[in-house]
């Protein structure tokens, strides 16, 4: 089966706090991709970051990182001195086959809430 | 702003009507996709069309059809419209490049009321 749990339904932190979101995929695909999403309370989605299965660097985007472990089929988002702007629902997909074609497998989301 | 554009922003309509919601993908993508995002269902994909041809399908119902133009725009026409219908209607596109995995960027949507 190919899934993608985001286990964390809400979290809440204050402003400046580090915050990671857990993001867990289940796939038997060898070469599949991963991504996050950010939906913003004014609803568009905004895509943050792609990853290939393999490419396990980790990645930092200013206050944005990422942690790829394909031992663990985990791909934490983390972000770092939070910001009240950060305050939105993430989302992590995978793109893995199904069949003869490849299928975005979303997770529920994560909807954080960053609070001065 | 990713590039993808969607009109109308929003749409009120009553049930059992019809609406046709458009997008245009970014330039030089020939893939677009359709998501349906509802509060009590997430983000469910729907359809997607690659240079004007139908390439996957997902929970789409019967009422629902979309097409792909040969400038590439799409449009997603609901039918016999049900409260259950009201939601967020989201389009993407991508590159389509054989293989997959390609990121797909998002539209602003379209918020679909049904009263």
């Known amino acids: 089966a190919q899934k993608v749990t985001q286990a964390q339904t809400e979290i809440s932190v204050v402003e400046k706090e580090d915050v990671t979101l857990d993001c867990v995929y289940e796939?038997?695909?060898?070469?599949?991709?991963l991504f996050w999403y950010k939906q913003p309370p004014s609803g568009e989605l905004v895509f943050l970051i792609r990853?290939?299965?393999?490419d396990e660097q980790n990645e930092i985007s200013g206050r944005y990182s990422w942690n790829f472990q394909k031992s663990t089929s985990s791909f934490n988002f983390t972000i770092t001195a939070s910001q009240v702007v950060d305050s939105a629902v993430y989302f992590c997909a995978l793109s893995a086959r199904a069949g003869n074609n490849r299928k975005l497998i979303w997770g529920l989301g994560t909807s954080l809430a960053v609070n001065p | 702003d990713s590039g993808v554009t969607q009109t109308p922003k929003h749409l009120i309509t009553a049930t059992g009507q019809r609406v046709t919601l458009r997008c245009s993908p970014r330039s030089g993508d020939l893939s677009v996709y359709w998501y349906q995002q509802s509060l009590d269902q997430g983000l469910q994909f729907l359809i997607q069309?690659?240079?004007?041809?139908?390439?996957a399908k997902g929970n789409i119902l019967e009422r629902f059809s979309a097409q792909q133009f040969p400038d590439l725009h799409s449009e997603l026409n609901l039918s016999s419209l049900e409260l259950g219908d009201s939601a967020l209607y989201f389009c993407?596109?991508?590159?389509?490049?054989?293989?997959?995995?390609?990121?797909?960027?998002f539209g602003p949507g379209t918020r679909l009321t049904v009263l």
């Open positions: 069309y690659y240079n004007g041809e139908e390439r």
């Open positions: 993407a596109s991508s590159t389509g490049v054989r293989g997959g995995g390609d990121t797909q960027y």
């Open positions: 990853r290939n299965s393999f």
């Open positions: 796939t038997r695909d060898t070469t599949y991709y």
